[in-house]
């Protein structure tokens, strides 16, 4: 399967999301067996999703959780909160709704 | 211990620059029932649960409200992204601007700053408990509030995202808070 970089993340989100879900629901059923096999299934997947990420793009966590080819690639952008949108001068600025 | 992951937990795609709809979400960065409240709540909270469900439930949601809370941040700094000043003035964001440039801060959309005071750790696991689905449905009241007075597709997207993780959040606390009634009684004997 081959994805871009937005596509891979997009993945890792959907997936990651579903083990946060499932973790949660865990916390308060720990004895439901589908729900705890649903869980370690989507944890082998987003394990594997996260090493081809990595592997193309760098570390998605430090601390000793994932390597780092030369020179230290932690610090390189996009950060999250980062992407291509910029305001310029001559852009309408949007509005809040006004009923 | 705490990792850092370095991602959204839900992509935020903001469509236009709108510093007005920012001074609003910033509501939910640093008000009383905001993300940044809610995690530090839980995370709070968690030292004398009774049970381990109950510990686990407060590690994991104070955890989730901080990727949150980075959500929330995101919003508001990319509705801000790079603005002229000209775009500024006369906008319900300027006097976050005198105080704050583009930078994003923890207080409420009337500009009062974030205080511990937004929550409680009451020394009873009942009344915490209690005190964090009260928390949720008013975040997720607030979350309606802003939905819709936004126009923002990208913005409601997220917005509507983290409202729902309201209700989960609800649900999974009325979970911990009857297993927590449940040991509580078994321990009584009359």
């Given at each position: 399967m081959d994805m871009n970089r937005e596509q891979l993340m997009r993945r890792i989100q959907e997936v990651e999301f579903a083990v946060i879900d499932i973790n949660l629901y865990l916390d308060t059923h720990p004895t439901h067996q589908q729900a705890l096999m649903d869980y370690n299934k989507l944890t082998q997947e987003l394990m594997n999703l996260k090493m081809m990420y990595e592997r193309q793009y760098?570390?998605?966590?430090n601390f000793g959780y994932a390597p780092s080819q030369y020179p230290w690639q932690w610090i390189e952008s996009p950060w999250p909160w980062e992407d291509e949108y910029t305001c310029k001068e001559d852009m309408p600025c949007g509005f809040m709704k006004r009923n | 211990m705490w990792i850092y992951e370095k991602k959204l937990e839900y992509p935020v795609k903001v469509s236009t620059c709108n510093p007005s709809l920012a001074a609003m979400i910033i509501e939910q960065f640093g008000g009383a029932d905001g993300e940044l409240a809610a995690s530090l709540r839980y995370l709070t909270q968690r030292?004398?649960?009774?049970t381990n469900q109950a510990k686990a439930i407060l590690t994991d949601i104070g955890t989730e409200e901080l990727a949150h809370w980075e959500m929330i941040g995101t919003i508001v700094y990319q509705l801000t992204k790079d603005l002229p000043e000209s775009k500024i003035v006369g906008t319900p964001f300027e006097a976050h601007y005198v105080n704050h440039g583009l930078d994003v801060y923890p207080h409420n959309a009337a500009g009062v700053p974030f205080t511990a005071t937004y929550f409680n750790a009451k020394g009873d696991p009942i009344a915490n408990l209690h005190e964090n689905m009260a928390a949720e449905q008013k975040a997720r009241a607030t979350y309606e509030h802003l939905i819709s007075i936004s126009d923002d597709p990208g913005v409601i997207d997220a917005l509507r995202f983290l409202r729902q993780r309201e209700v989960v959040h609800f649900q999974r606390f009325g979970e911990a808070l009857r297993i927590v009634q449940e040991y509580q009684d078994s321990k009584k004997f009359f």
């Open positions: 760098g570390p998605l966590t | 030292w004398a649960m009774p």
